[in-house]
């Protein structure tokens, strides 16, 4: 990843606009910010959420609140808490997420 041409700021993610993406079940909440071709994210999933597609872009992501279940396509499963993250390149294992209880991430793609 290349970070050029971004000059300092910052962030106050309350004040950005958020759009919704409904999953197979539930809804995800979305605060974009576009910096060249890294897009940074504030992820809401609201509780019962499950993706409706398997995803193969890459991702750095960290849990913040709740708990994320990423499965990949070949069978593993993997459980966040606050705290922890996951990372995966563009065209690598292909997953996609659920929550039971919601979560609240922040993902850096």
Excluded: N
Excluded at 1 to 22: K, L, R
Excluded at 41 to 56: I, K
Excluded at 61 to 80: K, N, P
């Amino acid at each position: 990843m290349q970070m050029a041409g971004i000059p300092f700021d910052t962030t106050d993610w309350s004040q950005i606009e958020p759009t919704e993406h409904t999953g197979e079940r539930g809804t995800a909440h979305w605060r974009t910010r576009q910096f060249g071709s890294i897009r940074v994210r504030l992820v809401e999933y609201t509780p019962g959420y499950v993706a409706d597609h398997w995803c193969s872009k890459g991702h750095i992501l960290f849990c913040l609140e709740g708990e994320l279940h990423t499965e990949l396509r070949d069978g593993r499963q993997f459980v966040l808490q606050p705290g922890m993250s996951y990372q995966v390149g563009d065209g690598a294992e292909p997953h996609r997420s659920s929550t039971a209880v919601g979560a609240r991430l922040f993902v850096v793609d």
